[in-house]
């Protein structure tokens, strides 16, 4: 670790307390947001000035904009030209398919093959996550977004360990994980998943391929079961 950049110094230089100061505000702005966008306490599709939200969290315009551009990029919030921001709109029948169909193509293979390559180090990394997920405590908007953003971890974290970039970057760019858990807000669709977890890191515990494979697409299908409801 480069001591020259631990919190405690950086403190210290002129200047860099309030560049801090400011990062810190815009990450605050940018969680209340996307607790906001994941509990659909701002709808889909809806409309997002900037000017209320600076007010209602009490910040100035700049980390609103600095928070929004972030959620641009993770696909939750749309900028339109002359219009402004909004947030993104929820995912149609067709593109849900074809997310889960893009899924279950690549998914239960890479769980297979991350379970040939785990080892000690690996499994703790996604016990870890996943430990994160059952341990959820507070507000239940903020809880359930915070599910979100673990499971989109998790998940990326087996695509990682199964050692082929360019999956990992494909699934990563549609951002899963944000768009199906604006679909539902329920306590089973986390409850649930928390269980199949489970029979994923049993089977990568085990070092087992084909029981990875198995569990990752009952995981998969299971989960767009859960979800199809919402079009309903
Ligand atoms: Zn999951």
Partial sequence: ??????????????????????HGLADEAYEAIFAQLMGLRIAPGSRITVDNLARELNVSQTPI???LGRLEGEGLV???????YSAAPQISRRRFDELYDLRLQLEPE????????????????????AGVMSRQ???EHVRYS???????????????????????????????????????????????ALDEHRA????????????????????IER??????PAFE
């Fill in 1 to 22: 670790m480069n001591s020259a950049l631990s919190p405690e110094v950086l403190g210290e230089a002129p200047g860099v307390r309030a560049i801090n100061r400011h």
């Fill in 65 to 67: 904009r600095e928070a």
């Fill in 78 to 84: 749309v900028k339109t030209h002359l219009i402004g």
């Fill in 110 to 129: 890479a769980a297979q093959r991350a379970a040939r390559a785990m080892d000690g180090q690996k499994l703790a990394v996604l016990r870890d996550v």
């Fill in 137 to 139: 405590g507070g507000d």
């Fill in 146 to 192: 915070a599910f979100a953003r673990q499971d989109a971890v998790f998940h990326d974290r087996i695509l990682e360990f199964a050692g082929n970039g360019l999956v990992r970057e494909t699934l990563a760019h549609q951002h899963t994980h944000f768009h199906i858990f604006r679909l539902m807000f329920h306590s089973r669709v986390t409850e649930e």
């Fill in 200 to 219: 994923l890191l049993d089977a990568f515990a085990a070092g087992d391929g084909k029981a990875a494979k198995r569990a990752m697409r009952d995981h």
């Fill in 223 to 228: 989960s767009r079961d859960r979800l199809l």
